[in-house]
């Protein structure tokens, strides 16, 4: 009995395992545009060599802090980032549409140039690792 016991407790640690073996670095930043903090940029962290994408969203100082699906940090490895900033303006009078989209729909528009918004274009690379300092991030409108 003592030995069937044995047997299936370790086969319930060999397939539940001892946690996941996935290693979330914590990672912070600072994101600026043209010098200035923004509140409410989206940050994607998209990884390289493909996995797991990261993301955040900028305070009223610009700061970040990376989450990956329900865990805070982001595993380590190199990154692409792409950033933008979503604004939804409220749907058209129905006197004011003449060409557009269908009534009641709100129109959503990218505050920041589209360039940013694309891993061939954004310009903008991390590589996270152990003990790494704060992210900082300017991007240059002008």
Known sequence: MIRLFSTLLLLVVVITGCGSGIQYIPV?????????PME??????LPVSGGTTA????NAQGEFSI????????????YNII?????????PAASQIS?????????????????????????LH??????MKPLVLNIETK
């Open 55 to 58: 993301s955040a969203t900028t």
């Open 83 to 91: 950033v933008f900033k979503l604004e939804q303006s409220k749907p």
């Open 126 to 131: 991390a590589v996270i690792e152990q003990n």
């Open 67 to 78: 989450t990956t699906s329900d865990h805070n940090g982001c595993i380590p490895g190199e």
């Open 40 to 45: 409410g940029v989206t940050l994607s962290f």
């Open 99 to 123: 060409v557009g989209p269908p009534l009641g729909q709100p129109v959503i528009k990218n505050l920041l140039p589209t360039k940013f918004a694309k891993t061939e274009t954004s310009g």
């Open 28 to 36: 912070t930043g600072t994101l600026t545009i043209d010098g200035v």
